[in-house]
């Protein structure tokens, strides 16, 4: 059984840090390119950055360019989201996502995996 689970998200202060985690069983981590996703209220769920099978390519979102940090760690099992100087407009569930794609990575078409996602809040 696929599972995919996040973990890290909280209540912070805008400005603040918050470091993802999404640990993945059931699957050979390896073979899966990995996205990070989020749901703010009222609006569909948006790319935010994605991360290639070995970990060498990284895309993200015009609106976390600078700030985030998407990577992994194919020997546990993990893939991370380092949320810097963070803003109200990030608040959202994050959801990390895999898929057997190794190109077009910031469109969910094709993520086959999602997790249960991880409520982060961003307070002014």
């Known amino acids: 059984q696929v599972q995919l689970v996040e973990s890290g998200g909280g209540l912070v202060q805008a400005g603040d840090s918050l470091r993802l985690s999404c640990a993945a069983s059931g699957l050979t981590f390896s073979k899966y390119s990995l996205g990070w996703f989020r749901q703010a209220p009222g609006k569909e769920r948006e790319f935010v950055a994605a991360i290639s099978r070995s970990g060498a390519s990284t895309y993200y979102a015009d609106s976390v360019k600078g700030r985030f940090t998407i990577s992994r760690d194919n020997a546990k099992n993990t893939v991370y989201l380092q949320m810097n100087s963070l803003k109200p407009e990030d608040t959202a569930v994050y959801y990390c996502?895999?898929?057997?794609?190794?190109?077009?990575?910031?469109?969910?078409?094709?993520?086959?995996?999602w997790g249960q996602g991880t409520q982060v809040t961003v307070s002014s």
């Open positions: 996502a895999a898929t057997l794609k190794t190109t077009i990575l910031d469109s969910s078409v094709g993520y086959a995996y």
